[in-house]
């Protein structure tokens, strides 16, 4: 059996700043991630892949945004080695400068009429780097927040690290109602695209506070000591790979309908709603909004719901809601109704938190603490990847293709079933207790193995 985050933290007083620090700069990490993908649907087409042909630049700016996800199991390695063997601290922090450092440097970024190539070029650069950012930061606020949770609560605390997604996302919508609303499209396109990017500087802010207010976990803590005291100098990365291999795979195809539900709804609708329905962008904006002040609570209400019936049961009815409403979401889209809009985006995003809620608990109960940051991240950010990265792509070229929203639908579908299907395989990880320090230390591959289908 895997032993779950440990419940007690190191000093009471601390969980206050341990809540701000996995919310706020959560939600300041989401906030620069999605500004990306608002702008990729609304601008970047026109100015950094200009084309005789709309489609043809916003596949393109998609494409771009889709790097993104590639990035990220790439930060769940890299941050996930170094979380497991110096502290999730240390690696939290590393990635919030990352991230705030790297969406700056995009919003001073010279378009492709100022620099020709070397614009989209420099953009491609930039968002590798925000993915490997995200792709480290999740693990260590989801850590600090799960391994520092009171006994029976690791579901509402981990809930508290994935507020960052609404509240980034709710952020980075206001920003840019705000900013279309103001300025006329020529100033958007000139200037005002890059106000929500150079915001990130306030991400900086909040890792400065984190290094210095932030305290370590005590499993972070004793597994640090352990390694020492045994010498142990394998990659935490190959261990987890060889010793839980099925639970990484596994927790990657349930997060494939998470990946691809959220960014459907929140990013390729966008475009379908401006470039198919020709509706206003701030009619989808407010939609979205909406959608992301609903998840906050939402997202609060399912972590601790997990609490009280588990993991499997709350992860479920979300991913299985979210393949059965694509089709009539698409229906209400097609109204250009604002209220019938927002029931559409705010019945998707609902049902993303019926599944993130819970994900951030029951993922980190997936794995020994020697290995939770790298086994965490890494089925976490191999998960979106799949089906968040391609999904506006997909969607884009299906609609071209057919003319119709029908297969949009059917692709959202199919990622609900291949997600059902691993999370029924997943054993149920809420009510386990504390297991001897085996667990941590190690013990033979029969034994790896078994604890992989025990809860």
């Known amino acids: 059996m895997s032993q779950p985050p440990s419940r007690s933290a190191g000093k009471s007083a601390s969980l206050p700043r341990i809540i701000m620090v996995s919310s706020a700069g959560s939600a300041i990490e989401w906030f620069d991630f999605f500004s990306y993908g608002t702008a990729a649907a609304l601008v970047f087409n026109e100015l950094f892949f200009p084309a005789s042909d709309p489609l043809v630049g916003t596949l393109l700016a998609f494409v771009t945004f889709a790097i993104g996800f590639v990035a990220r199991p790439l930060g769940g390695i890299v941050f996930g080695h170094f979380g497991d063997r110096v502290g999730r ?13 790297s969406t700056a440097v995009i919003g001073l970024l010279p378009t492709y009429d100022a620099i020709g190539v070397a614009a989209p070029l420099l953009l491609v650069v930039l968002r590798l780097l925000q993915g490997i950012a995200v792709g480290g930061q999740w693990g260590g606020a989801v850590l600090i927040a799960t391994e520092n949770a009171p006994r029976g609560r690791r579901g509402l605390y981990g809930s508290f690290a994935q507020l960052g997604v609404p509240a980034g996302l709710m952020l980075s919508s206001l920003v840019f109602l705000l900013t279309t609303s103001a300025l006329d499209e020529e100033q958007f396109a000139t200037w005002g695209w890059r106000v929500p990017f150079l915001c990130s500087i306030a991400l900086i802010v909040v890792a400065i506070y984190a290094q210095f207010q932030l305290e370590e976990t005590k499993d972070s803590r004793q597994v640090k000591e352990e390694r020492e005291a045994s010498g142990a100098s394998r990659s935490p990365v190959v261990e987890v790979l060889r010793r839980h291999p099925r639970n990484v795979l596994l927790a990657a195809g349930a997060v494939v309908i998470v990946g691809a539900g959220f960014y459907l709804f929140v990013t390729y609708m966008l475009a ?44 479920l009815a979300g991913a299985l809601g979210m393949g059965l409403w694509a ?38 109960e997936l794995f020994t603490a020697r290995v939770r940051y790298s086994g965490a991240s890494l089925g976490y950010q191999l998960g979106v990847m799949l089906g968040g990265a391609f999904t506006p792509i997909i969607a884009t070229w299906l ?57």
């Open 272 to 315: 379908y709603g401006t470039a198919v329905l020709g509706m206003p962008k701030s009619t989808l904006l407010n939609a979205v909004l909406v959608g992301a002040a609903l998840q906050i609570p939402a997202l609060m209400a399912f972590g601790a719901l997990s609490d009280r019936i588990g993991r499997r049961k709350v992860y």
């Open 327 to 364: 089709y009539p979401a698409f229906v209400l889209m097609n109204t250009e109704r604002w209220p019938l809009v927002t029931l559409a985006l705010v019945g998707g995003q609902l049902l993303f938190a019926c599944m993130y809620g819970p994900q951030a608990a029951f993922f980190s």
């Open 399 to 455: 609609y071209a293709k057919y003319g119709s929203f029908v297969p949009v639908a059917g692709f959202l579908a199919v990622a609900a079933a291949v997600s059902c299907v691993c999370v029924l395989v997943l054993s149920e990880t809420y009510q386990q207790e504390e297991t001897e320090p085996e667990a941590v230390t190690g013990g033979s591959d029969a034994h790896d193995e078994a604890s992989l289908t025990a809860s």
């Open 89 to 101: 601290k240390p690696a939290l922090v590393t990635a919030l400068f990352l991230m705030g450092g």
